[in-house]
């Protein structure tokens, strides 16, 4: 009993010398505070295993048969078209441009179509993919519109002609692209090869013709007034964009018919882009601009 005690009563001796809460805190808040010198210490240099690189992505090969049954149809379907329009620097030009441009834009309608059917039965996630089709076909309009400008539709033969072909080839991509939106996309990167090649030597070969001639009113309203979010929607893989992150100040002043056939050689050459990344990495963005490359075939392992 007098060992409780004593425990006791040195438990409430050294309670009584213990320094309050109270006293502490005002202690420290009395107490004068020194500056305090961060001293910077440089981590070591990082190690060859230390750094992670990503892995470069590797495009997608189109199998051969498919690749070759692609090319030989677009490519079958070109030629026919230059030889009952041959490029001479003439009027006429202007109607080969209407027909190439009525059909080049029709695969963009049969994506959107079957995109709207899949997201109908409840899939979703193809915004992105139905936006910049949406915007791709806008820009072909345009094309189109302004080649009807210049009098390539004036023809009701070439009328024809053209809502034929573009009519056969609607279903027909709708029912690839249906099946394989790969496949569908390669038949759309030959044909804007196709044009991008066709304007391209256009303009290296009546340059001078071209600059003598005034810009559409549709080429000025598209490509100047109008607001740029749709042209600048289908620019997916560009370097250089303005200090609002967009990619409308790459089109020049437009001077000429000169300047107008350049913009349009140019949109074709965006659209051949983002094909080729849809095709080789299912992606619209899926490597920069310098970096994009034709559609190969896969070599058969026979």
Known sequence: MMKLVSVFTLIASASAFAPSRTALNVQVASAPTRPVTAIHVASPPPTATDVQTSPAKVPEMMDEGIYTFNKVLIDTVYNVICFFYPVKGTKRDFARFYVLETVARVPYFA???????RETFGERALGDNMRTHYAEA???????LIMESLGGNESPVDRVLAQTMAF???????????????????????IEDHAFETYDGYLTNHAD???ALPVPAIATKYYVED??????LFCTVKDKKDENGDFSARRPQLETLYDV???????EKEHWKTLCNLVQYGDMQGVENKMVQPTKAKPSEN
């Open 168 to 190: 056969g080839y609607y279903w027909y991509v709708i029912a690839v692209y249906f099946f394989s939106p790969p496949v569908a996309y390669h038949l759309s990167e030959l």
């Open 227 to 232: 607001n740029p979010f749709l042209f600048d």
């Open 209 to 211: 013709m071209l600059k």
């Open 261 to 267: 056939f350049v913009n349009v050689r140019d949109d």
């Open 138 to 144: 806008d820009n072909e309009l345009h094309h189109l």
């Open 111 to 117: 994506y959107l179509s079957v995109l709207h059917l």
